[in-house]
Each structure stands twice: as C-alpha cells, then as structure tokens.
C-alpha cells in the first residue's frame, strides 16, 4: 500500500479555476487566505492552495508572514499548500492592494468572460510586465492527515534541462530538495510544457493545465517527503519511519479490519505501548484516533461519488451497523452522512466561478486594476 498515493487519491486534489494576469512594475496584490477565497471560486472544496506560474517578463516576489520572501523568476512556479494569505509584488517596498479589495475584484474578473478565453487581470504602475497564470488546487478533504503536513511553499524552478524543487518546510529560507536526475528531467519538461500551455491562455487549454499541475505537485510531494530530515515528527516523517509507516501502510491497506493497537502492534513487530508512543508522537494523534479519522475520509468519498447507501458504505468502512457508523460520522464530520451527503449534491449543483449577487460586469477601472 503507497499510503501517500492513497491520501492524495481521497484528498482529491484537482485544478479547476485560472485566470491569467499581466501586471506591470511598481505592483503589490495581496492574495486572500483560502477560507475566504473558497466561496468565490471553489464553492464545493472544502481547502484551497495557490499555484502561481511566472509565464514570462520581469521577475517578482512572494511574501508569506514570518518567511523570507521568495524570488520567481520567469518559468518559475510557486505553489502554497496551505493557502495562506500572501503578497505578489515587483517590489515589496510597494504597498500591496488590501485583501478586502481584492476579495472585491476577483468575482467581477469571470464576469461576462469572453468565450474560449481564460479570465484576465491587468493591473500595475505602467512599466514593465509580469505575465502570470494564477490558479486554485482544490481538494474535498478538509482533514486529510497530508494537508497539515505539507509546507507553506514550495518553488519549482527549470534551468538547464533540468528542475530544482525548494521548500520553505523546517526553517525560514527556502530549503533545496535532493532528487535524482530523472526526476528533475521529467517535473523540468512538465512545467516547461504547462508554460507553454499557459500562454495559450485559452479556456480549451485549462484542462491540460490542470492536469500538469496535478500531476507537478504529486511528483514534488513525493520528493519532499523522501527528503525529511530523520528525526522530525509529522505525517510525512511518519512515512519514512520504520515501524510507524508499517503500521500506516496496515491502516490504509485495510481500513474495515477490526484492528485494535495490540493488533496493529503485532502485525508490524512493535509492542503495543511502544506503537502507542511512537505514533502518537509522529503523528499527533493515537492509532485509532487516525483510523477512525480515516474511516471518515474514505465514508466521505464514498458518499460524494458512489451511489451506494449509507449501509453500504458502513460496512465498506469497518462498521458493523449503520447507527454506530451514524455515530461517528456526526461526532467527526459534524453532521449525519445523510445531510452530508445531501448539502455535497447542493453544493456541487450550485458551484459557479461567480456566486450569486457578484456577478455584475467589471467596470473598466476594474478591468484595468
């Protein structure tokens, strides 16, 4: 079992709303955090990360609170696992526009959208220009145990045939990953092809796009937790673990079995108050604590994409009756399956780039930015 494979399968991660932006220097845009932007463009996700390609022009900042700022250079791609709130800049001398503003601008940019294109933003002093493509990574699980994991930043860059991957995980400056060449090549000549995508900047390109993305991240996830630094703590770190991945791999290989810790112990050659230890200090919570957690994850997918009932997935999930498994779907999630799955159908039907109320055509000093 690849248990990170099979968090990012139910985590979900896809790539669905862009827009493209030309902005020239002295620029500053603050990007709101994910759980304000996520009712204006990914309604039906339930966590949002930032994804920013440098497609071409003048080089640019991004300042995240605490960090030290992150040079892009054209070609360059930086993704915000976390979604926090962070600056764009030229130069971050200059004030950056408040979030309320853009908060404000961004529903009114897929307005009234020509057909075929991507929406666009234009904005800054006059002088010379960035060209970005922006998007949203969205996923349908808010506590999947990889999201609070990953790290606030992470910077992709090509040069040489060849990609170099920093995160700033573990300190403040950006921290380079180790990979082997094959790998550089491959993340190097997808991005370089997702560049080229982005200049396309058309609607019939998104899906490409999307999938580059997707498939950039997962590959730069991987690496990333290759190169945790032994004796950290975390998900990730756990991965790497001898004993604790073992245990992990028993969990998500089979999460309807009857497991109790001494089983879990005994299965992957630990003792059973050693397991609990060592687990709980990796991991942040107990062995059944996350298998209870994960439990509710796969339910969720299920839920969202299968038709069968609530039975059904009870049993699917390692419960013997569908009261205990309501039981526990509500003291986890918040709420019964049933009204769970319910208000997903509601949500998704209801998704749209621009909600209700804001969809009014921008004005031309909008437009303009």
Known sequence: MDVLADALRVMRVACGVFFTAKVTSPWAVTSPPAARLRPLVAPEAECLAHFH???????????????????????????????????????????????????RIIPAMFANVEPGRLPHMGYGGGGAASNLVCGYLQCDQSFNPLLGALPQAVLVRTSAGAASVYTTAGAAELRALAMPPEAARWIETTLRYAVSEAHAANAAGTTM??????????????????????????????????????????????????WTVA??????????????????????????????????????????????????????????????????????????????????????????FVPPGLGAAPSAATQAW
């Open 263 to 352: 089983a879990l112990g005994k299965a992957a050659g630990i003792s059973r108050s050693a397991l609990a230890e060592r687990f709980a200090a990796m991991v942040g919570e107990s062995p059944m604590r996350y298998l209870a957690n994960w439990r509710m994850q796969l339910a969720k997918r299920l839920l969202r994409e299968s038709g069968q009932n609530i039975a059904e997935i009870a049993a699917q999930v390692g419960y013997e009756s569908e009261a205990a498994f309501n039981r526990a779907f509500r003291r986890l999630v918040g709420k019964p399956p049933a009204a769970w799955r319910d208000g997903g159908r509601r949500k998704a039907a209801r998704a749209q």
């Open 209 to 258: 796009l999307a999938r580059l993305a997707e498939l950039v991240f997962a590959e730069v996830m991987r690496r990333y937790i290759q190169a945790v630094p032994e004796g950290e703590q975390g998900w990730l770190a756990a991965l790497n673990d001898a004993q604790v991945s073992r245990v992990l791999r028993l969990i998500h290989g089979e999460p309807a079995r009857d």
């Open 53 to 103: 390609i440098l497609v071409d022009g003048e080089p640019c900042w991004v300042a995240l609170p605490g960090r030290a700022p992150i040079a892009m250079a054209p070609g360059d791609l930086v993704i915000l696992p976390q979604g926090e709130q962070h600056v764009m800049a030229s130069d971050l001398a200059v004030a950056p526009v408040p979030v309320e503003q853009t908060l």
